[in-house]
Every structure is written in structure tokens, then in C-alpha cells.
């Protein structure tokens, strides 16, 4: 009351004749302006009492003063240019630009959590409270209705918002003990601030997303929410043989909307079953017996009725929302340069979603990565690598070796010979023989008479042993001694690599070797789970007397028409397989990560092999066109620049100059993007932007929300 006073006898000095008593608005005007010059003399910040308080577990009031003072921002019309200044520290620092009232009226529609088998059969009501988070940060935690799958909470809360793209989420829980500390997510609903026109009330139902699909960012789980609602997604992914989810994926989404299938729908929960009790069941069963007899008697087709079992979404949630300024107008546009923070959830696929659960499936995926990946990509780039390094083609080495040099010399006579260089070596690769030879090792090499023949010539003893290794792992054996096979690999070729051995014969004198163990029989036997050299999946059909595999190519490996192909026994080799574990001693979370596994582990494979076996195609000739228009161009190139170079005053050389100025300009930008994105001349023209973009941008909720 001494400020107040103080402020008072200073007005009424000044102007004794319209001395009035002054109103509550005004009061709280003079108040404001009184600690905002108190803070400016001071050179401290005003700060402003949190709506909902961060309050100390051990209940010491001492703590509470300390956390307050931490906790409680400062106020953000005296301190709204730190959102351009500082926009990160900004949101963290600075107190609200306006308050959400958001009244939690009732729910409808929810499904309880099924925690037990008791529940399961016997049916269960939810006893649901609701939790309000601002960025993914707890700030209210209700009371809780208890055994009503429409409770009626009728409570209202203020929240403090400071950045202008805040997402609030409306969180419903299930609680499973007196104090909460039991809990399961029924169900919630996000919306943002920017969408809120100020001071307009919005009062109605809100669809809430299925609690298994707060995944990721909630950005993207806003604008998906925005886009369509939940209950749209009427799919089973269980239930869509491939050949409808292929046609659901080829439709039309303006045309048909229930056939949409997003792209992370395996992600997603889609279905929900709300658990009945016996007598519920029971009567549920009399009602359809009624129904169809008398739908029999009165000649009538029975009536679609929708199973009331099964709910696409977790229900609705009654909300009254109003967003109001707590500063002057035109100062909140400063909140627009605020990004506020989130919390990434983990993604994780739906269980009932997952694959059925097969460890030789899994297995099989895997080794299809690490012979795509590896054996056809980073090994055989590994062996071109060394075999110029090695000098293994003079020709290739001397020419690399020439361009580096005139690198050094000359910038537009290094590009043309790099150029040259590099076109040379692509027409190289379209020669079989010349390709294997540079690209094949004992890492990657067939395991068959080409291949050791290729291995040999390297006249490397780590290649060679590298080869034998993969051979003894391939027949399923056992190396005793690592050293000793070293030793061996060391001296089957003779002189400059020639080799005076067969791979028949070396595979022989190996059975007999003290330093590797073979099995004694063979695993291979009809119905064997097969590779054919080490690539195709198949079946064996039959095993003839001469040495002869007959072998069911899988469809998924077949190459043109071939289904099935009589193969020599050497070139089939068992799988890998996995101990057979009864499937009822494995632990049903065990399950469901292998499933998990097994599913990320098939999309990362088909992705990546489509892309390797483009990539393959690419480099080996398969494709032409492409290949010769690459080739063309970067002749084509090399020759300009070589004539440039040749002939200074020509075109060419000014065309070489100008690519050359081109392509340091263009890494001048990218190091002054580095070195500048973070300073404060940068981020004040960035908020700027941003307040400027916004302010196009119009508040259209609840008519951009499809889940309203």
C-alpha cells in the first residue's frame, strides 16, 4: 500500500482538480508501471506468478519460495525483445503473452484399460481423470471419476501460455489405485495455441487418439489429427489379404476415403475392443437371435448393424476453450519467434500389427542385408579402392595418380583429367571380367572355381584366407586352429597368384585338414531350406545320385521365369537356421520384440535391395541409356576442360572458370551458413520473419480441425 500511496500523492500534486478515486483497472495499470521502472532502475526483471506452480514434494515452504523464484517468468512486455534476441532462452525465461481457459467438461465412449484376465471376461468401467500438458509438460493432473465411461469432471483451468505454436495435449488416464500412482493412458487430443482465435470460446466434443499412438513429435501427430480424424482409418492390416492392401494403396483418396492407408499404418492404432462383462455378452447374443428371427418371420433383409464393441477411436472429450491476451495487442506477435520444445516419443509398431513370429524369416532378412549391403556394395567398392592403391592395373593407378598431379598444377587441367579418368573406368565396368576382377575379393567372391581363381590373383595370403574362412562357414564347420589355416591360405597359390589346385580339390584336401572341423553328414536333405550360390532362397525338391539338387527357387528371388533348377551340390548350401525353442518357453515380451525386430528388419531389406539392385543394374550395363549419357557427359567434360586448358582464350576455359566459380561460391554459402546460423544479427532477422509470415496466417480453429 506505500507504493500505492506514494504513486497517488504524485498524480494528485500533479493535477489536484480531476483528483477522482481511481478504478481497479487503473490500480493494477499503475502497479504494472510502477515495477516495471522499479525494474528498470534496478536492472532486474519483473517476475510473474505461474498459473499452475511447480510445488515441492517435501511440502517445506522455504523450498517452495526457492522453486517459485526459479520457476516463475519474467514479464514479457518489458522483456518481449529477448524472443528475437534470445528466442531459445526466451521461452524458458519469459512469462506468458496469454492465458488458455480450458473447462474439462465430461467424456463419453472411453475404453477402459484391460490390465487382468478378470477384467478381460468380466468387463470393466474406467475410473478416469484427465492431465493437461503444455509442450509435452505436465501441468494439471485432475480429479478422478471413478467407474463411469462417461464421467463429468466440470473442470476449470487457467494455463499459461508463452510461445504463440504451443501444443496442448488433453490427456484422459485410467487410474488403478487411490492416489494415481497407478495409471494407464485411455486416450488424448492436441490442438494449438496459434489455431485459438483470442477471446472467442469454443465448446464441443474432441475426438481422442488412441494412447498407443503418442509417437514421435507432436507437430506431426497435430497435423495428422488436423488432416482426418481418427475413426476414418476403418483398416486391419490382420485382416487385408496383399492383394486388397495393394488396391487400398493404388486408390484415390479424394474418392474414396475409407480406403486410405497412411504410410506409417503399421505404427498406428486403429481398433479398439471394449471389454463387456458374461451377462452383457449374453444379452447381446439374445438380441441378435431376436433380431434374425424376426427379420426371418417378417421376410425383411436384416438391418447393417455396427458392432458396438469396436471403436476406431478411444472416445470424445467435451472441452470449452478461450484463449486470452494477457498483454497489449501487437505485443504478442513476439511470441510468434518463440519455437517451443517437445518431446520425441519412441515409435514403436502396433503388436496387433506385427508379423507372425519367424526367426528363419528373420534370419534370412538379415543375411539379405549383409550380402547386399556388403558383399555387393562396401566390399566390392573396398576391393576397387585397393585394387588401384595396390597398382594392380597400371594403367588405372598411373592415370589417378597423373590427374592428382595435375590438380596440383592446374584447377581446370585437374578436372579434365579426373573427368577423363572417371569416364574411362565407368566403360571399363562394362566388361564382365574386367568388373569382376576389380570388384571381387575374398570377402565377396562366389565360392566356386571363378571365385578362387579371382581371389588368387590378388597373390594375397589375407584374401585367400578370407575366402577359405567364408568356405569353412558356409559347409557349416569349425576352425580349430585360425593360425594354421593362415599358414595353408599362404600357400596354395604359387608364384605371381597362379594356382595349381581346383576348387573341387581344394575343397577335398580341406575335409582332411587337423585345423578344421567338418560335419560328418550332410545337412542337406529334401525339404532343406537352401541358398544357391549363396544368393536365391530355395526349397529342396529332390537330391539326385550324381550330385544333383533339384531346389524350389522362392518366389520373392526368382530371376525371370525360373521357378525351379537342377543345381550341382556344391553350389547349394544349407541356411542358416535357428534352434528349434518351443514356442511356449519363450516370454511373450521376448515375442513381441523378435516380431518388432523381424518387421523393421524386413523394411529396412526392402528398401535397401531395391536400391542396391538399381544401383547394380546402373553400374553393370543394364541399364544403357542412362549409363551412356553419363558416359558422354563426363567425356564431353573432360575434353572441354583439356581444350580450355589447352587454348586460354577460348570459350571452354571461360565456361570451366565460371563452374569453378560456381562451385566455391556455392561453398562459401554453406561455411558462412555454418558459421553464422547462430548469431544474434541471424536469429533476430529469422523471428522477424516468422512474426511477418504469421501474421498472414489465420486463427481458423475449430474449422481446421477434422477432430472436432
Given amino acids: 500500500m506505500g507504493c500505492i500511496s506514494c504513486i497517488m500523492r504524485r498524480r494528485a500534486k500533479k493535477d489536484d482538480k480531476e483528483s477522482r478515486t481511481p478504478t481497479v483497472s487503473e490500480l493494477e495499470h499503475l502497479l504494472r508501471d510502477h515495477d516495471m521502472e522499479v525494474g528498470r532502475r534496478q536492472k532486474k526483471s519483473v517476475l510473474v506468478e505461474a498459473a499452475h506452480k511447480i510445488l515441492a514434494s517435501s511440502g517445506n515452504n522455504d523450498v517452495q519460495r526457492i522453486i517459485d523464484k526459479i520457476a516463475n517468468g519474467e514479464d514479457f512486455v518489458f522483456n518481449h525483445w529477448r524472443c528475437l534476441e534470445t528466442p531459445d532462452r526466451a521461452y524458458y525465461t519469459l512469462g506468458p503473452f496469454a492465458q488458455l481457459e480450458l473447462e474439462m467438461v465430461e467424456a463419453r465412449r472411453l475404453i477402459p484399460a484391460v490390465s487382468g484376465i478378470i477384467q478381460k471376461h468380466f468387463g470393466d468401467e474406467p475410473d478416469a481423470f484427465v492431465r493437461v500438458y503444455v509442450d509435452d509438460c505436465l501441468h494439471y493432473a485432475g480429479r478422478c471419476i471413478y467407474n463411469n465411461r462417461r464421467p463429468k469432471w466440470e473442470d476449470f483451468q487457467i494455463f499459461d501460455i508463452v510461445a504463440d505454436r504451443s501444443i496442448v495435449r488433453v490427456h484422459v488416464y485410467d487410474s488403478d489405485s487411490k492416489d494415481n500412482s497407478a495409471v494407464e493412458p485411455l486416450g488424448f487430443v492436441e490442438f494449438c495455441i496459434a489455431d485459438l482465435p483470442f477471446e472467442k470460446e469454443i465448446d464441443g466434443w474432441f475426438e481422442l487418439k488412441f494412447a498407443q499412438n503418442l509417437q514421435g513429435i507432436n507437430l506431426d501427430r497435430y497435423a495428422q489429427h488436423c488432416a482426418q480424424r481418427e475413426e476414418d482409418f476403418k483398416f486391419d492390416l490382420r485382416e487385408l489379404t496383399a492383394m486388397q492392401q495393394e488396391l487400398l494403396e493404388d486408390s484415390d483418396s479424394e474418392n474414396d476415403d475409407d480406403a486410405i492407408i497412411p504410410d506409417n499404418a503399421a505404427y498406428m492404432k486403429t481398433k479398439g475392443h471394449v471389454p463387456a462383462s458374461t451377462a452383457a455378452r449374453l444379452m447381446k447374443r439374445v438380441r441378435k437371435g431376436v433380431s434374425l428371427v424376426t427379420s426371418k418371420f417378417a421376410k425383411k433383409a436384416r438391418s447393417f448393424q455396427e458392432d458396438d464393441s469396436i471403436q476406431y477411436n478411444a472416445g470424445e472429450i467435451r472441452l470449452r476453450l478461450k484463449l486470452v491476451r494477457t498483454v497489449p495487442e501487437g505485443i504478442d506477435a513476439f511470441a510468434r519467434a518463440l519455437s517451443p520444445s517437445y518431446f520425441t516419443y519412441d515409435t514403436f509398431v502396433q503388436e496387433?500389427?506385427?508379423?507372425?513370429?519367424?526367426?528363419?524369416?528373420?534370419?534370412?532378412?538379415?543375411?539379405?542385408?549383409?550380402?547386399?549391403?556388403?558383399?555387393?556394395?562396401?566390399?566390392?567398392?573396398?576391393?576397387?579402392?585397393?585394387?588401384?592403391?595396390?597398382?594392380?592395373?597400371?594403367?588405372?593407378?598411373?592415370?589417378?595418380?597423373?590427374?592428382?598431379?595435375?590438380?596440383?598444377?592446374?584447377?581446370?587441367?585437374?578436372?579434365?583429367?579426373?573427368?577423363?579418368?572417371?569416364?574411362?573406368?565407368?566403360?571399363?565396368?562394362?566388361?564382365?571380367?574386367?568388373?569382376?576382377?576389380?570388384?571381387?575379393?575374398?570377402?565377396?567372391?562366389?565360392?566356386?572355381?571363378?571365385?578362387?581363381?579371382?581371389?588368387?590373383?590378388?597373390?594375397?595370403?589375407?584374401?585367400?584366407?578370407?575366402?577359405?574362412?567364408?568356405?569353412?562357414?558356409?559347409?557349416?564347420?569349425?576352425?580349430?586352429?585360425?593360425?594354421?589355416?593362415?599358414?595353408?591360405?599362404?600357400?596354395?597359390?604359387?608364384?605371381?597368384?597362379?594356382?595349381?589346385?581346383?576348387?573341387?580339390?581344394?575343397?577335398?584336401?580341406?575335409?582332411?585338414?587337423?585345423?578344421?572341423?567338418?560335419?560328418?553328414?550332410?545337412?542337406?536333405?529334401?525339404?532343406?531350406?537352401?541358398r544357391v550360390q549363396e544368393r536365391q532362397k530355395g526349397t529342396v525338391i529332390a537330391i539326385s545320385s550324381d550330385e544333383k539338387v533339384t531346389v524350389q527357387i522362392d518366389v520373392e528371388d526368382q530371376d525371370d521365369d525360373i521357378g525351379m533348377g537342377v543345381y550341382a551340390m556344391e553350389d547349394v548350401t544349407v541356411r542358416m537356421a535357428p534352434p528349434p525353442i518351443p514356442k511356449m518357453l519363450v516370454p511373450r515380451s521376448m515375442q513381441g520384440l523378435a516380431a518388432t525386430l523381424q518387421f523393421q528388419v524386413n523394411s529396412v531389406r526392402d528398401d535397401l535391395m531395391a536400391l542396391a539392385r538399381q544401383l547394380q543394374a546402373f553400374m553393370r550395363w543394364h541399364m544403357p541409356v542412362k549409363m551412356l549419357i553419363v558416359v558422354c557427359f563426363v567425356f564431353a567434360r573432360g575434353f572441354l576442360a583439356c581444350y580450355g586448358y589447352i587454348h586460354e582464350s577460348s570459350f571452354c576455359y571461360a565456361v570451366e572458370e565460371y563452374i569453378c566459380h560456381v562451385r566455391n561460391s556455392v561453398l562459401c554459402v554453406v561455411m558462412v551458413i555454418l558459421f553464422f546460423c547462430r548469431a544474434r544479427g541471424v536469429r533476430v532477422v529469422r523471428g522477424l520473419f516468422q512474426i511477418a509470415v504469421s501474421r498472414f496466417r489465420r486463427r481458423l480453429a475449430p474449422d481446421c480441425w477434422q477432430f472436432f
Fill in 352 to 530: 496387433e500389427n506385427l508379423p507372425q513370429l519367424d526367426l528363419q524369416e528373420l534370419m534370412d532378412d538379415a543375411m539379405d542385408i549383409k550380402l547386399t549391403l556388403f558383399d555387393d556394395i562396401i566390399f566390392a567398392v573396398m576391393a576397387f579402392c585397393y585394387y588401384i592403391f595396390a597398382w594392380r592395373s597400371f594403367l588405372l593407378s598411373g592415370l589417378l595418380l597423373s590427374a592428382g598431379l595435375c590438380c596440383a598444377k592446374n584447377a581446370v587441367l585437374g578436372t579434365a583429367a579426373l573427368n577423363l579418368w572417371t569416364g574411362l573406368v565407368l566403360v571399363i565396368m562394362a566388361s564382365k571380367t574386367w568388373r569382376d576382377e576389380m570388384t571381387t575379393n575374398g570377402l565377396n567372391a562366389p565360392l566356386d572355381q571363378r571365385g578362387l581363381e579371382l581371389v588368387a590373383a590378388w597373390n594375397e595370403t589375407s584374401e585367400m584366407h578370407a575366402f577359405l574362412v567364408r568356405l569353412v562357414q558356409s559347409r557349416n564347420g569349425q576352425i580349430v586352429s585360425m593360425q594354421d589355416l593362415v599358414h595353408f591360405a599362404g600357400t596354395i597359390t604359387v608364384g605371381r597368384g597362379e594356382l595349381e589346385i581346383t576348387f573341387k580339390e581344394l575343397k577335398s584336401a580341406m575335409q582332411d585338414l587337423w585345423f578344421v572341423d567338418f560335419p560328418k553328414q550332410t545337412d542337406l536333405k529334401k525339404g532343406s531350406l537352401v
